[in-house]
């Protein structure tokens, strides 16, 4: 079965950089979440998008911006990017009707910032 | 302020006996429980999850318990296996529908 899509896997950047990340939710699904997990860390959310539109905000800092297009893919923008950016990125994604309050995840994308 | 709490950061047990690992969250409001399962370089895998409604859940070999009145609940491994080392999450369902997590335990299975 499809799952989760997340991309680039890997990705190494600067200070000051930016960087984008991709997430391909499952077929159907309406609902991508965006997880933060740096080292040794529980997963922290940053954001949410049902419907293309955003639902919910977490620790998502002003740097970072997000969005869900018609196709439900999700990117997250990261600008003027700070060594503790580095983390691995999870995105996650749900059916709005699904009333388990299951999400399934991707894979996640690894963020170093040098 | 940790809304999810995981207060063991690792538990070893004997391949064959039963693992049982802890959560303790502060907000009564949540409706739904999660424990999530996640190897290294790996997106966390759904487990078992619970209504608050309910006070138990089993599927297989695992088994989610619920106590509203303590605020607490726990995931029993019976019998553990090998294959079952990871780090499990316990979460939690907020208004939105986004996931707190907690901390995790690493989970060592010993053969």
């Known amino acids: 079965a499809a799952g989760v899509i997340q991309s680039p896997r890997h990705l190494i950047k600067e200070k000051r950089e930016t960087a984008t990340l991709k997430c391909y939710p499952i077929?159907?699904?309406?609902?991508v979440y965006w997880y933060q997990q740096g080292p040794g860390q529980d997963p922290q959310f940053l954001i949410s998008?049902?419907?293309?539109?955003?639902?919910d905000k977490g620790s998502i800092p002003d740097r970072f911006s997000a969005q869900q297009f018609s196709d439900y893919h999700s990117e997250l923008n990261m600008s003027s990017l700070e060594l503790g950016d580095s983390a691995l990125y999870f995105c996650?994604?749900?059916?709005?009707?699904?009333?388990?309050?299951?999400?399934?995840f991707g894979e996640g994308s690894r963020l170093t910032v040098l | 302020d940790q809304q999810v709490k995981q207060n063991s950061p690792s538990l070893s047990v004997q391949e064959g006996r039963i693992s049982i690992l802890n959560c303790d969250y502060t907000?009564?409001?949540?409706?739904?429980f999660l424990w999530y399962k996640k190897y290294p370089a790996e997106g966390p895998t759904f487990l078992i999850s619970?209504?608050?409604?309910?006070d138990k859940n089993e599927d297989g070999r695992f088994t989610v318990f619920l106590n509203k009145s303590a605020k607490h609940l726990s995931l029993h491994i019976v019998p553990s296996q090998p294959g079952d080392s990871a780090v499990y999450f316990c979460?939690?369902?907020?208004?939105?529908?986004?996931?707190?997590f907690g901390k995790g335990t690493k989970l060592s299975v010993k053969p």
């Open positions: 996650a994604s749900s059916f709005g009707g699904t009333d388990t309050g299951e999400l399934f």
């Open positions: 077929p159907r699904h309406d609902t």
């Open positions: 998008f049902y419907e293309k539109m955003q639902s």
């Open positions: 907000n009564s409001m949540f409706d739904y």
């Open positions: 619970i209504s608050s409604i309910k």
């Open positions: 979460a939690a369902r907020g208004s939105q529908g986004n996931l707190i």
